[in-house]
């Protein structure tokens, strides 16, 4: 979705280094998501923000910390870079449709980061 | 159907016939369901969602089946082509302090074959 873009797309690292992935909106959604993709594993969630002051701990976030410049700007930084880190990272975002009793939101995915730590 | 593994689940269908794609879900509290497309090299795509206050969804060529029953989800396509070819997620929604959290599955390969 060309409203959420990603930087970098692609980074080979070493181990140690420390690495910041970006993500950037353009859709105006409070909140934004960190997700990993490793083969066979689906998606899962590292952390995930609701609004600028909300951080939250996603099911993998040890290894991980996030910072939300903005509402539209959500980073994503491993402070040393190993290797069974190497995956490729998703930020998504998403707004809240209210309707009845539930409450449900759509997330909008960017392009991927693919990253490999040697 | 999806399953927790290291190899992904594989439909291979010919082009025309109809898919079905199945997911398993864990959480009974979950209330809403969506159903998302990934082709290669990009990240996920919205398909089609359903509400647990639903059992059936219809879209353009796409209906969602939900089975509350057996925690059971499923994707249908309709005269399968092969630009459906992609790997398909389900995704359960469960409200958690603030706002929703999507548990994903580990995604069904679907493979057209002409």
């Known amino acids: 979705d060309a409203d959420v873009t990603q930087t970098p797309r692609n980074r080979i690292t070493k181990t140690g280094k420390r690495i910041m992935l970006e993500c950037s909106q353009t859709?105006?959604?409070?909140?934004m998501y960190w997700y990993r993709q490793d083969p066979g594993l689906g998606l899962r969630l590292i952390y995930y923000?609701?609004?600028?002051?909300?951080?939250n701990k996603g099911e993998i976030s040890d290894g991980y910390s996030v910072s939300r410049q903005a509402q539209a700007k959500f980073s994503l930084s491993l402070e040393s870079a190993i290797p069974n880190q190497t995956a490729l990272y998703f930020c998504?975002?998403?707004?809240?449709?209210?309707?009845?009793?539930?409450?449900?939101?759509?997330?909008?995915f960017g392009p991927g980061t693919r990253l490999t730590v040697l | 159907g999806e399953s927790v593994g290291l190899h992904l689940p594989t439909l291979s269908v010919q082009e025309g016939d109809n898919s079905i794609i199945n997911c398993a879900y864990s959480?009974?509290?979950?209330?809403?369901f969506i159903w998302y497309k990934q082709e290669s090299g990009k990240g996920p795509q919205f398909i089609i969602d359903?509400?647990?206050?639903?059992d059936k969804r219809q879209g353009q060529r796409v209906t969602v089946l939900l089975n509350k029953t057996v925690k059971h989800l499923s994707l249908q396509i309709a005269a399968t082509q092969p630009g459906d070819s992609a790997v398909y997620f389900c995704?359960?929604?469960?409200?958690?302090?603030?706002?929703?959290?999507?548990?994903f599955g580990t995604g069904t390969q679907l493979k057209v074959e002409l």
């Open positions: 998504a975002t998403s707004d809240l449709t209210t309707s009845g009793l539930s409450s449900y939101n759509e997330q909008f």
């Open positions: 859709k105006g959604h409070d909140r």
């Open positions: 923000s609701f609004d600028v002051k909300d951080i």
């Open positions: 959480n009974s509290a979950s209330d809403y």
């Open positions: 359903i509400r647990s206050n639903m």
């Open positions: 995704a359960e929604s469960t409200f958690t302090g603030g706002g929703n959290k999507l548990t």
